[in-house]
Protein backbone atom coordinates (compact mmCIF):
# COMPACT_ATOMS: atom_id res chain seq x y z
CA UNK A 1 0.00 0.00 0.00
CA UNK A 2 1.30 3.30 -1.07
CA UNK A 3 0.98 6.31 1.29
CA UNK A 4 0.74 10.31 -0.14
CA UNK A 5 1.12 13.29 1.59
CA UNK A 6 -0.54 16.68 1.37
CA UNK A 7 0.85 19.63 2.67
CA UNK A 8 -1.22 23.33 2.89
CA UNK A 9 -0.39 26.05 4.73
CA UNK A 10 -3.41 28.87 5.62
CA UNK A 11 -2.81 32.13 6.98
CA UNK A 12 -5.94 34.23 8.49
CA UNK A 13 -5.65 37.90 6.99
CA UNK A 14 -8.63 39.39 8.08
CA UNK A 15 -7.62 41.17 11.07
CA UNK A 16 -9.12 44.74 10.63
CA UNK A 17 -7.62 46.00 13.64
CA UNK A 18 -9.82 44.70 16.78
CA UNK A 19 -9.28 41.42 16.24
CA UNK A 20 -11.93 38.66 17.31
CA UNK A 21 -13.91 40.89 19.42
CA UNK A 22 -17.09 40.48 18.10
CA UNK A 23 -18.87 38.49 14.97
CA UNK A 24 -18.59 41.64 13.20
CA UNK A 25 -14.85 43.08 14.13
CA UNK A 26 -13.17 40.68 11.75
CA UNK A 27 -13.41 39.80 8.10
CA UNK A 28 -13.27 36.13 7.15
CA UNK A 29 -10.65 36.45 4.75
CA UNK A 30 -8.04 34.13 4.15
CA UNK A 31 -5.07 32.66 2.24
CA UNK A 32 -4.52 28.42 1.05
CA UNK A 33 -1.12 27.81 -0.07
CA UNK A 34 0.85 24.78 -1.00
CA UNK A 35 4.82 25.38 -2.21
CA UNK A 36 5.12 25.63 -6.01
CA UNK A 37 1.18 26.33 -6.45
CA UNK A 38 -0.50 29.72 -6.99
CA UNK A 39 -2.56 30.68 -3.78
CA UNK A 40 -5.49 30.66 -3.42
CA UNK A 41 -7.78 33.40 -1.80
CA UNK A 42 -10.71 32.61 0.26
CA UNK A 43 -13.48 33.63 2.86
CA UNK A 44 -16.24 32.19 4.27
CA UNK A 45 -19.88 31.67 2.86
CA UNK A 46 -21.20 35.11 2.09
CA UNK A 47 -24.13 33.34 4.53
CA UNK A 48 -21.92 33.46 7.22
CA UNK A 49 -20.35 36.82 6.51
CA UNK A 50 -17.83 35.85 3.85
CA UNK A 51 -16.62 37.56 0.82
CA UNK A 52 -18.96 36.07 -2.41
CA UNK A 53 -16.25 37.09 -4.72
CA UNK A 54 -13.50 34.18 -2.98
CA UNK A 55 -13.28 30.69 -2.54
CA UNK A 56 -14.88 29.08 0.52
CA UNK A 57 -14.37 25.51 2.24
CA UNK A 58 -17.49 24.15 0.36
CA UNK A 59 -16.92 25.31 -2.76
CA UNK A 60 -13.38 23.71 -2.25
CA UNK A 61 -14.99 20.75 -1.32
CA UNK A 62 -17.30 20.50 -3.83
CA UNK A 63 -15.00 21.53 -6.71
CA UNK A 64 -12.43 18.48 -5.09
CA UNK A 65 -15.33 16.12 -5.82
CA UNK A 66 -15.90 17.02 -9.20
CA UNK A 67 -12.16 17.21 -10.10
CA UNK A 68 -11.12 13.61 -8.84
CA UNK A 69 -14.29 11.80 -10.58
CA UNK A 70 -13.16 13.86 -13.86
CA UNK A 71 -9.37 12.58 -13.09
CA UNK A 72 -10.51 8.84 -12.79
CA UNK A 73 -13.02 8.98 -15.61
CA UNK A 74 -10.47 10.11 -18.15
CA UNK A 75 -7.56 7.65 -17.02
CA UNK A 76 -10.59 4.77 -17.05
CA UNK A 77 -12.04 5.86 -20.01
CA UNK A 78 -7.93 5.98 -21.72
CA UNK A 79 -7.60 2.35 -20.45
CA UNK A 80 -10.78 1.07 -22.17
CA UNK A 81 -10.31 2.62 -25.44
CA UNK A 82 -13.06 5.37 -25.13
CA UNK A 83 -11.70 9.00 -26.93
CA UNK A 84 -13.41 11.58 -24.65
CA UNK A 85 -12.61 14.89 -26.71
CA UNK A 86 -14.68 17.15 -23.75
CA UNK A 87 -15.69 17.13 -20.69
CA UNK A 88 -17.76 19.81 -18.59
CA UNK A 89 -19.30 19.82 -14.71
CA UNK A 90 -21.93 21.98 -13.55
CA UNK A 91 -21.00 20.21 -9.97
CA UNK A 92 -23.63 21.07 -6.67
CA UNK A 93 -23.75 20.68 -2.95
CA UNK A 94 -25.88 20.75 -0.66
CA UNK A 95 -25.17 21.44 3.08
CA UNK A 96 -27.68 22.00 6.34
CA UNK A 97 -27.18 24.35 8.43
CA UNK A 98 -28.16 23.96 12.36
CA UNK A 99 -27.52 24.98 15.79
CA UNK A 100 -24.79 22.09 16.31
CA UNK A 101 -22.88 23.42 12.91
CA UNK A 102 -24.13 21.84 9.96
CA UNK A 103 -22.63 19.38 7.40
CA UNK A 104 -23.26 18.08 3.70
CA UNK A 105 -26.24 15.86 2.67
CA UNK A 106 -25.08 15.75 -0.93
CA UNK A 107 -23.64 16.18 -3.76
CA UNK A 108 -24.34 15.62 -7.41
CA UNK A 109 -22.07 15.72 -10.35
CA UNK A 110 -23.42 16.77 -13.85
CA UNK A 111 -20.75 15.62 -16.00
CA UNK A 112 -21.17 16.74 -20.25
CA UNK A 113 -19.02 14.14 -22.02
CA UNK A 114 -18.00 14.30 -25.55
CA UNK A 115 -16.56 11.12 -27.28
CA UNK A 116 -15.10 11.12 -30.55
CA UNK A 117 -17.63 7.82 -31.84
CA UNK A 118 -20.76 6.95 -31.42
CA UNK A 119 -19.56 3.12 -30.83
CA UNK A 120 -18.01 4.93 -27.33
CA UNK A 121 -21.06 5.73 -25.94
CA UNK A 122 -22.09 2.64 -24.12
CA UNK A 123 -18.99 2.49 -22.45
CA UNK A 124 -18.49 6.00 -22.01
CA UNK A 125 -21.70 6.14 -19.95
CA UNK A 126 -20.89 2.91 -17.54
CA UNK A 127 -17.31 4.15 -16.93
CA UNK A 128 -19.03 7.33 -14.57
CA UNK A 129 -19.70 4.39 -11.44
CA UNK A 130 -16.21 2.97 -12.03
CA UNK A 131 -14.83 6.36 -11.51
CA UNK A 132 -17.10 7.19 -8.30
CA UNK A 133 -16.32 3.53 -7.01
CA UNK A 134 -12.23 4.98 -7.40
CA UNK A 135 -12.54 8.65 -6.49
CA UNK A 136 -10.25 9.13 -3.41
CA UNK A 137 -12.10 12.10 -2.26
CA UNK A 138 -15.98 10.35 -2.66
CA UNK A 139 -14.43 7.68 -0.71
CA UNK A 140 -13.57 9.75 1.99
CA UNK A 141 -16.84 11.58 3.07
CA UNK A 142 -19.87 10.70 5.04
CA UNK A 143 -22.50 12.07 2.29
CA UNK A 144 -23.88 10.55 -1.02
CA UNK A 145 -22.13 11.99 -3.87
CA UNK A 146 -24.08 11.01 -6.77
CA UNK A 147 -23.38 11.54 -10.90
CA UNK A 148 -26.01 12.34 -13.74
CA UNK A 149 -24.16 12.15 -16.84
CA UNK A 150 -24.71 12.76 -20.12
CA UNK A 151 -22.70 11.82 -23.06
CA UNK A 152 -22.32 13.13 -26.13
CA UNK A 153 -20.96 12.51 -29.87
CA UNK A 154 -18.52 15.12 -31.23
CA UNK A 155 -19.28 15.87 -34.71
CA UNK A 156 -17.35 14.73 -37.84
Sequence with gaps: MAEHHYATSLAWTGDTGAGTRSHRSY??????????????????????????????????????????????YLHLCADA????????????????????????????LRPVVRVADAGMVADAERLHAEAHRRCFVARSVNFPVTHEPTVTVAPA
Excluded: Q
Design 27 to 72: DRSHRISAEGKPDLLCSSDPAFRGDPARWNPEDLLVAALSGCHMLW
Design 81 to 108: GVVVTGYEDDAAGTMVDHDEGGEFTSVV
